[in-house]
RNA sequence: GGUCGAAUGGUGGAAUGGUAGACACGAAGGACUUAAAAUCCUUUGGCCAUUGCGGCUGUGUGGGUUCGAGUCCCACUUCGACUACCA
């Protein structure tokens, strides 16, 4: 019997489907694992060859598991809302939901064909009616729900309510948008109307006015991170700032509890740092400005207090709201036409363009310890979102504010002792202080660290400001002006918002017959008949961002099929969170947030049973594609091979990967690649046509990418699978090339030659050999640190050597087999399990048992090899790591190959270091 | 600008501070074959010596720690990823 991947794996894969061999149920009886692969959005191109990179490598893991005895969750969904399916609507006018059912169908296929082990009974779709009910019903709760900064956790708004009906405003402990002053008196004075606009100041999910990236292009209001160099995530359109009343997510609130929890996550260091600062938590002080001749005081955030006598003037952010309480009346168009000015660049073109702008509001301040006047000016370098949108300048220690000073000759005080302030500011927080004499303060001698602190102590006794830790961290935006997303369980009752009962989700998406805003520019749910309650009352007409439905969708895999609740405290329990996270890092700062916060809120309310939804994260490297080019003699249809094509003048052009092998292009085909090459004519060298090659994005316009369906119709999944490990470690980015795919094909094709020569059956039950134990027994170690290091690649490689050895010394014994089989089984589960049987086993390899090495078939003689160092004889010795010195030294001078090498010479040193190893130095 | 990471043959990549280049690709030579494919064997960092079985050199650059450094420390160069007017 030949080796025939089709067969084989298209049999198995049946098999497993039949007996559903990856079912996985609550047992109480053995421990959980939970390895979960960040679920794809299906788009319209498919897969190619770099997706299931991270997906294979969690399957080998969960595989591993399950051989060691753990009940494994190993599920698979789809991430089905998002733009592009929409944009796909706009233009054909095909329901999203045809095109992304389509997708998704498309999807599965590839990912049959590989082999995984999913439990697909527990897919779930975020646009499914019973899994998006859950993300309508978080929301509901976010919205009765509000963050006690004193509890550290999400409470009920009704507690809230009866705090104020008490005590008013005084005494809470709330998360809010901005400080409200009211008594209880006043609060039952309001109307409907104004007791909810009051609540909406503290709930987790709230509606408010909120400066939002609005991408005019795509119609629609983007999160931060869909946000990237002043430009949409998707597609790159520009993305201008706007005031809009959108709904939002208060995950400011959590931001302390996100940061400080990202000590208990087993994460690469890298994608925590990206986390810290994201939320950027930033320790400074508050500190109070008086307006001269106003009883205006402006509150602003600086993390260098101590640099408060250098502060020369003060900058607003365009959008502040003290702008207009302070700018006088001879400065007003002035200002104004510089807002309307900043209002009408987007982003993109703030950030291009570099140049210092700003305008002098008319007014001074008055610096609270030195008793100066300084200007206040408004410039857009200052951000209106950030700190309190208005700062004091010291231009001699901020590289921005010395560029604004510079620019307005405003002057320029060093602060720090040996600073030259004559060409850049000094932004360092290092040195002596000087310049530093108030009539109340003095700094001047101090260590930088030393007069922040004692600044703060000063300000904070004297009423003039307070310490306080900001976070760079916004809450989300939670409005899209779209259609393909989660309708909003939410009506309006006379412009007060209401939210739908449980007993009434889903919302269901209702449907429309164009997907674009209406003629007045509401949201595509503005075109909705009858888009409103029984009762008449308007729904609200935009829909969750693509974030809602991906933020807890592993709770929901643990119990798919609840109609009751997102997932069962009995569910919850037993699975509790992901243990293996396998992902892009492209999410660090978006999804990994969102999921993160999500989680927490969902524990607060006691729905969930842990605090973190991902124990370890694995964030698998990028496969950029690797594009083939051909040479094209200018103004001819001759092709020149690449190492000849030095003296002609040629036009490198991309040329489809998959009519090239090993870099040498397959002359027919291309010629029948397009017809303009059809009468091409060619340069060879040695008969062949080299191509040249470079590492670019996989797309479609670089002819470089390469569809797993091809490489498994031509080698199999288990050379696929085996191949994408082998590439290198699984964390790095690396370029997609086929060459070498041959030497992984190779290897099962040894490893099949084990078994089988022709048709008959070489495995036998005589006793190993004690090489043959010894090549086994060091692969299982090998593979199974490998395994729980996530070093694939090398593991690969210990197969590799194995089979080669095993084959070597003509080792058929069954004993030896069934391990090696075992240990392959998560790597190539189609061969190892179509062996298995062959050598007599019934069942699946998937219910085998992990093999366990024993160090007695490994032991070295622990004498090496004798090495020149410094021109002087030396012998090493290797020794166990716990070995004492005194008898690693006596190991040394007794040891027989040893003393046959010092035989003769005069020892002039030994040298131990302990629990390494022993130089004996002789001459 | 900030943060993190990387740099080893023609290529992908191995090396708990202990014989650098495992394994694989590619290449060269050979066996089998009428021939090719497939398969198998040998060689393969560089330089020198190859009827002397060996010698020298070598992990981006320069320093340091160490008996010993690809690995640890410092500085620099180059590349990559993420992030960015966050006061």
Redesign the pocket.
């Known amino acids: 019997m030949e080796y025939r991947h089709k067969d084989i794996e298209q049999r198995w894969q049946q098999f497993w489907k039949d007996n559903k061999t990856y079912k996985t149920e609550i047992d109480n009886g053995r421990p959980k694992f939970y390895v979960l692969d960040m679920f794809p959005y299906p788009s319209g191109a498919g897969l190619h060859v770099g997706h299931p990179l991270g997906y294979i490598a969690s399957d080998i893991f969960a595989r591993y598991k399950r051989l060691r005895g753990f009940n494994v969750l190993h599920p698979m969904g789809y991430d089905a809302y998002g733009l592009p399916a929409e944009q796909y609507a706009i233009q054909t006018g095909q329901h999203p939901e045809v095109t992304t059912r389509e997708n998704i169908a498309r999807y599965r296929s590839q990912l049959d064909r590989i082999g995984f082990c999913y439990d697909w009974d527990r897919e779930i779709r975020t646009c499914d009616p019973g899994y998006y009910k859950w993300t309508q019903w978080a929301f509901i709760e976010m919205f009765n729900h509000y963050y006690d900064t004193a509890l550290n956790k999400a409470m009920p708004v009704a507690s809230l309510v009866g705090h104020f009906e008490e005590k008013g405003s005084d005494g809470i402990n709330a998360a809010a948008t901005k400080t409200l002053h009211f008594t209880a008196d006043q609060w039952k004075a309001m109307d409907e109307k104004q007791k909810s606009d009051t609540l909406m100041n503290y709930r987790i999910a709230y509606l408010g006015n909120t400066m939002v990236n609005w991408c005019p292009k795509l119609g629609t209001v983007l999160a ?2 869909e ?3 002043g430009v949409s995530v998707r597609g790159g359109y520009p993305v201008e700032q706007k005031l809009m009343y959108q709904w939002c997510l208060r995950v400011s609130a959590y931001a302390p509890r996100l940061l400080d929890d990202l000590d208990s996550v087993a994460w690469s ?2 994608i925590k ?2 986390q810290r ?2 939320i ?1 938590r ?1 320790e ?1 002080a508050e500190m109070q400005f008086k307006v001269k001749d106003s009883d205006v005081e402006m509150t ?5 207090a101590d640099t408060v006598f250098g502060v020369t003037f003060m900058v607003l ?1 365009p959008e502040s709201k003290y702008v207009d309480m302070i700018t006088t009346a001879d400065m007003r168009d002035a200002v104004k036409a510089y807002r309307d000015e900043i209002k009408h660049k987007t982003e993109r073109e ?2 291009i ?2 140049k210092v702008s700003g305008v002098f509001t008319g007014t001074y301040a008055v610096n609270p310890l030195s008793g100066k006047e300084i200007p206040i000016y408004v410039s ?13 300048a ?1 231009p001699a220690h ?1 590289s ?2 010395y560029a604004f000073a510079r620019h307005f000759n405003l002057p320029v005080i060093p602060l720090i002792e040996g600073a030259d302030v004559s060409e850049q500011s000094f932004d360092a927080k290092e040195g002596k202080m000087i310049n530093s004499c108030g009539p109340e303060l003095d700094l001047n001698g101090m260590d930088v660290k030393d007069a922040i602190a004692a600044t703060k102590k000063f300000i904070e006794e004297k009423g003039i400001g307070k310490i306080k830790v ?1 976070y ?1 961290l916004r809450d989300a935006i939670f409005s899209r002006q779209r259609y393909w997303g989660e309708p909003f369980p939410v009506y309006y009752k006379d412009g007060v918002p209401h939210m739908f009962g449980l007993d009434n989700l889903p919302l269901h998406l209702p449907e429309i017959d164009k997907y674009l805003p209406t003629e007045s520019g509401e949201p595509p749910l503005g075109r909705a008949e009858g888009w409103k309650t029984q009762e008449g009352w308007p729904l609200e007409l935009n829909t969750m961002p693509g974030f809602a439905g991906s933020s807890a969708y592993y709770l929901r895999y643990m119990d798919p099929h609840n109609d009751n609740e997102l997932v069962s405290a009995e569910a919850n329990g037993y699975w509790r969170n992901v243990d293996l996270y396998v992902g892009g ?2 999410h ?2 978006g999804h990994l947030i969102y999921s993160r916060f999500w989680n927490k809120f969902l524990y607060d309310l006691g729905k969930v049973c842990e605090n973190e939804p991902f124990r370890k994260l694995v964030n698998q490297g ?1 496969i950029q594609g690797r594009s083939n080019f051909v040479y094209r003699i200018k103004d001819t249809n001759t092709f020149v091979s690449f190492n000849l094509k030095k003296g002609y003048d040629v036009t490198p052009i991309h040329v489809d990967v998959n009519i090239v092998s ?1 870099d040498q292009l397959d002359l027919d085909a291309f010629r029948k690649w397009r017809p303009e090459y059809a009468d091409a004519e060619f340069i060879l060298e ?1 008969g062949k046509y080299i191509c040249g090659w470079a590492v670019e994005k996989m797309s479609k316009s670089m002819f470089n990418v390469v569809n797993p369906d091809d490489i498994v119709e031509r080698y199999g999944a288990d050379t696929l699978r085996l191949y994408e490990m ?4 699984i964390e ?4 997609w ?1 086929t ?2 795919i ?6 099962i ?2 490893l099949w030659n084990l078994f089988y020569k022709g048709d008959t059956l070489l495995v036998n039950d005589e006793k190993p050999s004690d090489e043959a134990l010894k090549s086994i027994h060091k692969l299982i170690k090998k593979v199974t640190a490998d395994i729980e290091n996530f ?1 694939y ?2 593991s ?2 210990a197969f ?2 194995c089979v ?1 050895e095993l084959g ?1 010394l003509k080792c058929h014994s069954r004993e030896v087999l069934a391990d090696l089989l075992v240990l392959l089984a998560p790597f190539a589960p189609h061969v190892s399990e179509e062996l298995w049987h062959a050598i007599g086993n019934g069942g699946t390899i998937c219910d085998a048992q992990w093999p366990q090495w024993d160090e007695k078939y490994l032991k070295e003689a622990n004498v ?2 004798p ?5 002087k004889p ?1 012998f ?1 010795i ?1 020794v166990p ?1 716990d070995m004492p010195a005194q008898e690693v030294q006596k190991l040394a001078l007794e040891n027989e190959a040893a003393a046959k090498w010092i035989e003769g010479k005069t020892v002039r040193k030994v ?1 131990v ?1 302990p629990g ?2 022993v ?1 004996v ?1 002789v001459g």
């Open positions: 931060n991170d946000v990237s160099e260091d890298s740092e990206t600062n994201w950027g930033s400074g602003i955030f600086t993390t260098r952010a703030r950030m363009d570099k857009d370098y200052v951000l209106a979102g950030y700190g309190t949108g208005a700062i004091m010291v901020d921005r504010d900001n760079r890092t492209e660090a700062t990028m090993n040695d082998f590439l290198g470690p790095q980015s690396k370029p090339d060459n070498g041959d030497g992984v094909n190779r290897f094709k040894k070093s690649n090398t690969v490689s590799m050597i080669n070597a090496n090899y090495v020149s160092f410094n021109g030396r090493n290797s790591a040298i270091v390494k190893i130089n130095v």
